[in-house]
Structure formats: C-alpha cells, structure tokens
C-alpha cells in the first residue's frame, strides 16, 4: 500500500479518521474525495503531510472551511486543486495558495460564499483559474488578478456583479487563451473593448452579455480566436454577426437564441470551411 500513487475514496462512509490512514502513502501523488461529505478540517490536517501529493479534488466536501484549507500551505508539490462547490469557504483560507509557488490549477466554481480573493490573485504561477458560479465575485475581488502573468484560462459565467471595470484588469492578462463571460448580464460592449490585448486568445464566451454589434466589431483584431459564442445576446443582429468574418481562424460560432439573427449575416462565413456554426 505505501507505493500506492492514486487513490480516490467516495461515499458516506468516508470521513476524518478515514483519512488518518491515507496520511502514510508517502507515495501518493492523485487523491480524489470529490463528494465526501463527513470530511472536514480535521482531515485537511492528515492531507497536509503527503510530501508526493500534485493532485487534489475536494470538490462538493461541503464541510471544509478556510481553516483546512490554510492546512495545506506547506504542500509545496501541489499543482492542482479542485475546491468546486466547497461551500464553507468565504476566501480567508486561500493565503495557502501563494505559499505554493508551483499551483497551476484552481477550481472554485460554485464557491458562491467567498467574499475575498486577494490571495489567489498573488499566487502567480496559476494557469488555470474557474470562478464560474461565485456570485460574489465583482470588479473589486477582480482588482487584484492583474499579477496572473501565467494565466490562460479564466472562466467568470455566471459571475453577476462583474462588469466593463473588471474586464479593464483581464484584458492585460495577455497570456490568457480561454475566457468564458457566459451570464455576465453587466458587460457590454465596452467591456469588449477591453480585451484587444489578448493577441493569444483562441476561446471567448460572450453569451448573455450585454453586447451589440459594437462588442462585436471589437473582436475582429483577435486574430487567433477559433472559437466564439453568442448565445442568447439578443441586441446582435446579422450586421454584427458578419463583422466577425474578419476572424480567418474561426473554428466554431455559437448564435443560439440571438432573436434579432435571421440568418443573412451567416452567408458570408460559408468561405470558411472548417468552421462549425450552431444555431
């Protein structure tokens, strides 16, 4: 058992002493709880004393707090961790993560208590970063993202209180690949705007953004976008659809639930013969 390098443990049956065991497989290096529910702090505590660990999913342990998260500060060898749906933590317990120098992945989709993100903002060496569903989130929690140097993909959906000031941040993030927008009902077209900088992005989701043909024709330098959603943008008509044919690499074009999009503004991209385009 100690050479054991993955290990994932699921069900009712799993909780803090369970983890007590786990803490002697020097070698591990994946551990997977997704959806232990009677695991807490306590178990953080055990967690933390895996020298190999790169790799952990905690998401939907509804019982973790800050106060177990800050357990793992000295976990140096961490690259991934997914804290999806972990709803017990509001932000404090995240100044374990700038002690890692070498995390790569966050997840913090459906962490709709935290309040504060300063410290994730510090922790550079990020390349991928899901805030999607944390309701809390807004321009000011955003304020602090723009020493992400390494970061390349940002997925903010559903991130409600986030608008065109928050955006200004992003948009000198200039490594960033992969953005997704989708329910950011406070983002226009001036929020657009500020993304020219991102010479790199190849993925953007705009749906259910506030945006009109104008956000559109914001788009048009992006030149390595492949992939571009629209969906339920009702203000964009045919005329801001066909601006993005300046978009040569263009891949995919998602128009689904845009009201005012007949159809006449896709007949240009029909030159375009890898790209996929639903409606």
Same mark, same amino acid.
């Given at each position: ?45 055990? /967690?933390?004393? &895996?020298?190999? =660990?790169? #790799?952990?999913? +905690?998401?939907? $342990?509804? !019982?973790?707090? %800050?106060? *177990? @998260? ?99 941040? /992003?948009?000198? &993030?200039?490594? =960033?690949? #992969?953005?997704? +927008?989708?329910? $950011?009902? !406070?983002?226009? %077209?001036? *929020? @657009? ?21 104008t956000g559109l024709s914001n ?14 943008c009702s203000r964009i008509t ?42």
């Amino acid at each position: 058992m100690t050479s054991l390098t993955r290990l994932s443990l699921h069900g009712p049956d799993v909780d803090d002493d369970t983890l007590k065991g786990v803490a002697s497989l020097m070698n591990l290096t994946q551990l997977d709880l997704a959806g232990c529910d009677y695991i807490g702090d306590q178990a953080m505590e055990h /967690i933390s004393l &895996l020298p190999c =660990l790169h #790799h952990l999913n +905690l998401s939907s $342990c509804s !019982n973790i707090s %800050d106060e *177990g @998260i800050l357990q793992l500060g000295g976990m140096t060898s961490l690259r991934f961790l997914n804290l999806q749906a972990c709803l017990s933590i509001h932000g404090e317990g995240l100044w374990a993560i700038p002690s890692n120098f070498k995390l790569k992945h966050l997840d913090l989709q459906g962490c709709r208590n935290i309040i504060m993100l300063k410290a994730v903002g510090q922790c550079r060496s990020l390349e991928h970063l899901s805030l999607q569903g944390c309701f809390n989130t807004t321009d000011r929690l955003l304020s602090c993202m723009g020493a992400l140097t390494s970061l390349q993909f940002l997925n903010l959906a559903m991130c409600v209180g986030v608008t065109n000031l928050g955006l200004a941040v /992003i948009g000198h &993030l200039t490594t =960033l690949t #992969h953005v997704d +927008l989708w329910g $950011c009902a !406070n983002v226009t %077209d001036g *929020g @657009i705007f500020r993304l020219q900088d991102l010479k790199k992005l190849s993925h953007l989701n705009i749906g259910r953004c506030r945006i009109t043909d104008t956000g559109l024709s914001n788009l048009a330098g992006l030149e390595s976008l492949t992939s571009v959603l629209v969906t339920g943008c009702s203000r964009i008509t045919d005329e801001g659809i066909e601006r993005l044919t300046a978009l040569r690499n263009l891949t995919f074009l998602h128009v689904g639930h845009c009201s005012k999009i007949n159809g006449s503004g896709l007949i240009p991209f029909t030159s375009l013969q890898n790209l996929t385009i639903r409606k």
